[in-house]
Structure formats: structure tokens, C-alpha cells
DNA sequence: TATGAATGAGGCTTCATTCAT
DNA sequence: AATGAATGAAGCCTCATTCAT
């Protein structure tokens, strides 16, 4: 085996090694809290030693924003596969269906983008991940566009839209995730097929002021 | 003055007191966020000293909790307040409103729950929280299905509707609190009325599977 | 006792920990070298924990820093006794017998100052050090004058009589310290003499350029 | 070309690159500091790996030796170009001009010096070290004794000279290096001038007691 | 020989809570 | 009841050194 071959292999591997590290932290996030889980309990659960842990990051806070950047893009993935869809309802319901699909998930990074922003941390990486982030919503601001273009959505800025979808969801992860106000809903099942309706009408024409 | 005035005196200061510490505390958390105020600073905030705080509540926590509970029994009041309405859909209204109308507050609250419950923490006062929320969501319910009755709301379950209400303002709340989404929308109060508009209407009969 | 005495008293023990902190930190740091030096040894030291360090001192910096200043106000003070002499010399004598006196304390404030300073650590206090230390350099600085206008030292601005004395007590106290130099004088007390009689009369007039 | 030739070759590849470390490390130490400065950082420097240096030097500590070895011999070169000169007076000022040139190198040495010496560490190179000091200062006592016969010098010791010449070089070596100590002189060049000029005639015969 | 990923002891600092006065 | 000094567990991060490839 060449050098080069070696080389690539160690690369590799160390790319890997970053890959695990990120899925345990996640998991331990999501299973106990960010501020539960220490470093050492990451580097614990991968199997390696703490101090391995900072050669592929700085510092906590870079891991934060490492999995939250992931995050979203895969979003980005999803708007890449479902952006040749004739339907412009697809991509609204994709997106709707994909920030409700894991809800711990998506609160954990809520949460950490909110820490995380309060800290001033790693700013390069915050303003990558908003970079991201705007890619993603230009592509739903398109699809709003062309559906208000088909006279089909109310007519206010397309941002609009998304927002009162974003908030839809959000809130509904969070009425997902609450220890409290799941006892209160009986048929989760049914109840999220209601939300989701609500979800896609909302901001339908001709509904206002109604 | 007789013994008896003066222990009730005393007890009475001792009340102002403790709502002073809460006042201070609340003050604190919202300004900084609760990871950055510590035991100190709020009886610093007082005036009083720090184990002071500790004759009043056993745990950091308790402060949480009791919070939590105020901000929950404000609510209870409003809906006395409003209950002898006849306009029904004026509760609803005003629920919507009250939660939007200090988000960080409500924010604050949200983030609180999540970690008190978490941590398993004075589940005497988790329980006195939560049988004051079924209270006030019980208000709702009745005001839902007098609705419902009417014909004006879709026929589902009541808890959907107030669910999908809470959960739309929940996410109005982040939204506008978003660092992020907040350079997202121009005009923040047209925004807020058309979310206010999709919030009164929404499930509203006739909308579904348009 | 009234409650004013207690008070009062208890700031005064507060004070006399911070002492005995200051001086466990000297005596070790002298003992093994700053870098050796742990927070948590210093507070074994005391029979303190280690946290109670943090309640006189915010860093370990902030100790450094204090000592320096402790070092600096006792020169200041042996100036403010020996300043009423009519001998102009004494002052030039008595300052550098005190540098020569103890010379690992010098050192260790040498070191200390060049660490500090790189580290811009605690900036306030290091303008204090640097407030004092000017203050006695003027003290120097009147009496350097006196001694020119005496028609004795050699009329170059006095801080070069300072700062050559200064040069040569440093030098001194870096050779008495080194235990390589150690060694390679013989009879101490006859060669501090010696270099005494050298910082005296060092700038004497009609020396230069003999 | 003959394996002795490649050995060869290979041997004083070896020796060019510790070379270039040691190089490195001595500019990484007066550009930063000693203690800011990792093994790490001295490979990126010379371009190898981290794990490349400890092929050629046991530890961290043998590094600041070699280095201070160097020095030496640089010295100890210095001594051997000017032995022959019949000015007695010039070894000792060359000695002097050596030390006060390159003043940050200087102190570098003097403040590792004292840390490898507490450490104990690699006690052989210390010893070499010293052997070669001892060398050079054996030069300049011959050179002392030969001025003193001469009748130029103070009959004391040898030694007391060339201590008092190290001690005042060491303490302008500070003093010009010292950031407080800088802005007190306002003119550097003629300030050198005027201590060198009390360096050189610093106990010369006649002065004494004066 | 060269590499650099991995290690883990060790340092500094924070802060909720306790307790003697 | 009020105080605030004292505590120490716990967390983050650094870096000289090792070792498998």
C-alpha cells in the first residue's frame, strides 16, 4: 500500500473518529441534557480519552454548533431531493414533517442555539450555520412565492408563510416533547394529522378575517 | 402592639420578602438567563444576604418552581377574569395574547420546566404546577366545546384546538425571540397580526382538507 | 458585644485570612518555584479549602499581583522612614540593601511582573504596582538631585544613577541566587562589599572616561 | 555512492534538522515565552511532526539545555577570537557587549536556567553546561589577573570582577528588557553608554572608598 | 526513521449549599 | 431570623509524552 493510499486511510478514519464523537455526544445530549453530559462522558462513551476529544474540537461549544450545523444541513439535503417536485405543497409539507419528525432532536438545538448565541462562541461557526440556514429558507421563499403566484396563498411577504410554519412546528415539538401536555392529548396520532392540515391551510387565501 | 400583631407583622414582612427574593430572581433570570445568575447575585439584587434566601426556599429549584407557579396562577386569574364573557371566542383571544405578550417571560418558563423536570426536582410543587395548569386548561376546554356547540369550531376533540393554539403561540414566542428569525421578518408587528389572524381562525369549520 | 464590634471584628478576620493566604502563597512560591505552586496548595497551607481562595481572590494572577504590591509598598515605606535623613546618601544605600536583602522574594517579583504583564492579567492592579513603584522612583529621583547639586554624582539625569544602581542590585541578586555563581565566589559577605562600595560611588563624578 | 557515503550523508541530514528544531524552538521561545510555547508548536515550525522531535531530543527539558549549551559555546567561541588580543581591557568588554546584545536571549537562559535546575532534569547536560561556563569564566580570570598585575585593577579576587561585571550586565539586560523600567529612561542609547562606561572602569584601582 | 493520534494527570475556576455566629 | 465565610465536587481545558503504523 502506497504512502499516499496510507495517508487517505488515516483521514479517513480520523473522519470517522469525528463522526463518532459527534453521534455520542448527540445521543448523550438528547438522552440527559447538554448540561448533564460532560466531556468525559462523550470521550467515555466513544471509548477514547478526554484529552482525545479536543483534538478534533476546540472546545464544547464547537461540538454544539458542529451538530447543529448537521443538522441543518440535512435539511438542505432534503430541499435538494424534494426541490424538483412539481407539487410546491411538497416542499412546505417535507419541511413541516422533517423539524416535527424528531422533536428531542430539534429542541436540543433550539436550546443550544440559544446558549450558544448568548456565549458569543465560536462566531465563524454560528455564521456558517446561519449561512446554511438562509440557503434553506431562500428555497422555501421560492416555493411560497410560486404558490402565491398560483393564487393559492394569501398574498403577504412570502416570509410570512414560512415563519407562521416554522412557529407551528416549533410549538408543536414542543407540545410533543412537554412531559405536561402530553398526558393531555390523547390519540398523538391523530392530533398531529389535525396540526399538519392546520399546518399546510394556514395562511390559505380567503381565509382571513373570516 | 400585642404578641399577636407583632407575629403577624413579622409574618407579613416575611411574605414581602419572599416575593422580593422571587421579584429579584425573576429580574435576573430574564436579564442574563438562569446558567449566569447565581444564589449570590440574586440576594445581592435584595439587599439581603445569601443565606437569607435559604430560609425561605430549600433549593435553587424551589425558586424556579414557585415562579413557574405564579406566572401559572397569573394565568388562572386572567381567566376569571374573563370568564363571565360572553364572546367566546375572547378567551381563546386573550390566552393567545397573554402568552405572547412577554415571550421571553414565557421562554424562560419553557426552558425552566424542562430542566426541574429533569432533574426530578420539589416534585410537591411540579404537582401543585401542573393541577393549577389542568385548572386553567379546563377553563379553555369549556370555552372550546361551548364553541364547538356553537357550530363555529371544527368538531375535534376541544384539547386539539387549545393545543394547536398553545402550540402556535409557543412558536410565535421563539420566533420573535430568535436572534436569528428576527432579521428574518421586516415588519414584526404586521407579522404578528397576520400570525394573531391565522391563530383565531385557525380550525375554524369548513377549512379542513380544503 | 454589640453588633457594630462584631462586625467590625469580623472584617478584621477576614483581612488576617487574607494574610495568611498571601503569605502561604509567598512562603510556597518561594519555597518550590510559582509554576509548582497549585491554588489548592496554598489553601492546604492555610487548612482552608480551596474554594475560600476565591472568596479573597478572584485569580491566581490577582495573587501574584497583591504580593507585588505588598513588596512595593514596603519599599515605600522604608522610604517614608529613612527620607527625613540629612545623609543623602543613605536613601541610594538603604534601597539597595532592601533589593539585596532578600533576594529570592526579588527574584520571584521579577519573574512574577514579566508573567503578569505578558499574560495582561488584572490590568487595574498592575497600574497600582506601577503608581507605587513610580512613587518611590521619585523619591530616588529628589535625592539623586540633591546629590548632583551637592556637586557629587556626575550630572546625567538622575534616573541613570537609578536605574544603573537598580541594574546592579538586580545583577547582584541574580548572581547571589544562581547556584552555578553560587560557587564561584568564595567569601559572600566580602564580595557583597565589594559591590556595595561599587553601587555607592558608581557615577561618582570624574570617573567617567578615565 | 557507497553505503558509507549514504550513512553519512543520512548522519548529517540528522544533524541539520536538529539543528533547525533547535533553531525554531529558540525563535518560538523568545517570540512567546517558554511556557506559551508546546512541542507541538516547534514541529509546525520546522515542518515535521510532533513525534519527530522526541527522536532527537528525550524531553522538553533537553531542548532548553542544548540551547543554553549553545549559548555557551558561542561565548566560549567569542573568548577564543579575542584571547590573543593585547588589549586586556577588550576580553572584558567583549564579554560585556556579548551579554548585553541580544538582552530577551539573555534572559531566556537566565529564567530557564533556574527552571530546568528546580527540576532536576537531565543533570548530565547540566554539567556539561557548567563545564563549558567554567571554561569561559577560567578566560576571563586570567584576563582579570593579568590587569591586576598590571596595577589597572583593584587587588581583590578575580572573581569579584567578573561577578560585578555579570551582575550589572544581567541587571541592564533586565532593566532594558522590563517594560516599566523602559519608560523611565528616555534616551536607551545614551543611557547604555553611560552604564557601559561605569561597567568598564567598575573597580578599577583608586576608586575604592573614595 | 517519521508520524500524529491518543492519552490522562493536573490546573484553574464556579457555585449551590451549609453552618457557626 | 439573618448572615456570609467556607466548602468541595465538578467541569473545562492543556500539553508533554507515548506508541502503533
Same mark, same amino acid.
Given at each position: ?6 495517508? /487517505? ?5 480520523? @473522519? ?10 448527540? /445521543? ?7 448540561? @448533564? ?27 454544539? *454548533?458542529? *451538530? ?8 438542505? +439535503? ?8 412539481? &407539487? ?6 417535507? #419541511?413541516?414533517?422533517? @423539524? ?7 429542541? *436540543?438545538?433550539?436550546? *443550544? ?21 438562509? &440557503?434553506?429558507? /431562500? ?7 410560486? @404558490? ?9 411577504? /412570502? ?17 410533543? +416533547?412537554?412531559? #405536561? ?30
Amino acid at each position: 500500500m502506497g504512502d499516499l493510499e496510507k495517508a /487517505a486511510r488515516k483521514a479517513q478514519e480520523f @473522519r470517522q473518529r469525528e463522526r463518532e464523537i459527534l453521534d455520542a455526544a448527540l /445521543a448523550l445530549f438528547l438522552e440527559q441534557g447538554e448540561d @448533564r453530559v460532560t466531556v468525559e462522558m462523550i470521550a467515555d462513551r466513544v471509548g477514547i480519552g478526554k484529552g482525545t476529544i479536543y483534538k478534533h474540537f476546540e472546545t464544547k461549544n464547537e461540538i454544539y *454548533l458542529l *451538530l447543529m450545523i448537521r443538522y441543518e444541513e440535512d435539511l438542505a +439535503e432534503l430541499f435538494r431531493q424534494i426541490s424538483g417536485s412539481e &407539487d410546491k405543497e411538497t416542499i412546505a409539507r417535507e #419541511y413541516f414533517r422533517f @423539524r416535527i419528525s424528531d422533536p428531542r432532536r430539534y429542541q *436540543l438545538f433550539d436550546r *443550544l442555539e440559544n446558549k450558544v448565541i448568548k456565549d458569543q462562541a465560536v462566531p465563524e461557526l454560528v455564521e456558517k450555520l446561519h449561512a446554511i440556514r438562509s &440557503d434553506n429558507l /431562500a428555497s422555501l421563499v421560492r416555493t411560497m412565492e410560486a @404558490r402565491m403566484d398560483d393564487g393559492t396563498l394569501e398574498n403577504v411577504p /412570502a416570509p410570512y408563510h414560512i415563519a407562521a410554519a416554522w412557529a407551528l412546528a416549533h410549538g408543536a415539538v414542543a407540545l410533543m +416533547e412537554s412531559p #405536561y401536555y402530553q398526558k393531555f392529548i390523547d390519540d398523538k396520532a391523530d392530533f398531529l394529522d389535525f396540526l399538519v392540515s392546520i399546518g399546510i391551510r394556514m395562511g390559505n387565501k380567503g381565509q382571513r378575517g373570516k
